[in-house]
């Protein structure tokens, strides 16, 4: 850990390689104050992005930009995802889950869908563009950590269209529904690439006691705000992912594995600048109280963690 300091300096090149691709998400940093306990959840004045868009749209075919409803329109064609033969498991449709998709889904009266999401997930809204013929329920299967929640779908008519919207602790789903009189589909769920969120649903399951166990014991953990959200938002999953996050409203902790190989870049700031942080141990140690930053390391396959406060 003693080398950790030269990845400050060196992730200014990396900034240099990845912001000609992408602009960085707005990252907020405030200045510390002084509280005596623990932290309030915060909140964002705009809501953060967990992965890159899918469809980036910048030209048409003939080299003009596309404007209003072209655009529009040649973006949802582009964003359909359908259901595949191929990724059936027995009457469960296994789509492949991407930021941004619209995902199909055929429903029939008289037949109930069942819209299933893994373990740990947790449904926040469901909001829909037709509530009056199209009945939706929420349940759920399992218990603890292995709970699944589940959104139940059925109209009431053939030959309906609506749009769905649900966002989750992890992740925002997507959906265009067709009713048809017979064809429907009975199961739909997602895998996720390089299990992109696994280890946040782990992270979120594990308790408290169990990740404090690994904090210094100088540490009052009872003025501790352990209440951050991780997102894999590229790359591979790199083997530093951290063990935890956490503030006391005066400073902040990062802490990572004991046996991590190489040590990522912190980033914050609207330029995604480098930031001064000390290494303590296991620790990244930072003054005052981080909102919402980037961690990073690699060059041609970046991977990028980002975490903000829920």
């Known amino acids: ?67 209003g409803a072209a655009a529009i329109q040649v973006a949802n064609k582009k964003s359909t995802v359908r259901a595949n033969s191929s990724q059936y498991t027995n009457a469960i449709m296994n789509f492949d889950f991407t930021p941004g998709a619209l995902y199909q889904i055929y429903c029939a009266p008289l037949a109930v869908t069942d819209i299933q999401f893994e373990a740990g997930e947790t449904i926040i809204s469901v909001a829909a563009g037709d509530t009056l013929r199209w009945q939706v329920s929420k349940s759920y299967s399992g218990s603890d950590a292995g709970q699944c929640q589940h959104i139940l779908v059925k109209p009431i008519d053939k030959g309906l269209t609506n749009t769905m919207v649900i966002t989750t602790n992890l992740r925002t789903y997507h959906l265009v529904l067709y009713s048809t009189s017979k064809t429907y589909m009975a199961s739909v769920q997602w895998q996720y690439p390089d299990d992109d969120n696994s280890f946040l649903t ?38 530093w992912a951290p063990v935890a996050i956490f503030t006391d409203n005066n400073k902040t902790y990062i802490q990572f594995p004991k046996d991590m190989q190489e040590a990522p870049t912190l980033y914050v700031g ?31 396959n970046p991977s990028i963690i980002r975490f903000y406060a829920k």
């Open 1 to 67: 850990m003693k080398q950790l300091a030269l990845f400050a300096m060196s992730g200014c090149l990396l900034l240099s390689a990845c912001a000609a691709k992408s602009q960085p998400e707005e990252i907020y940093y405030r200045p510390a104050t002084q509280v005596s306990a623990p932290i309030a959840p915060k909140s964002f004045s705009r809501p953060v992005s967990t992965a890159p868009k899918l469809v980036q749209l910048k030209t048409s075919a003939d080299g003009k930009s596309l404007k």
């Open 202 to 239: 782990q992270y979120q399951n594990q308790p408290a006691t169990s990740r404090n166990n690994k904090i210094s014991q100088s540490m009052d953990l009872t003025q501790m705000n352990f209440r951050y959200n991780l997102v894999l938002v590229k790359g591979p999953m790199p083997s």
């Open 270 to 300: 609207e330029n995604a600048e480098v930031i001064n942080y000390r290494v303590e141990g296991d620790y990244y140690i930072i003054d005052g109280v981080l909102d919402n930053a980037e961690l990073m390391s690699g060059d041609k």
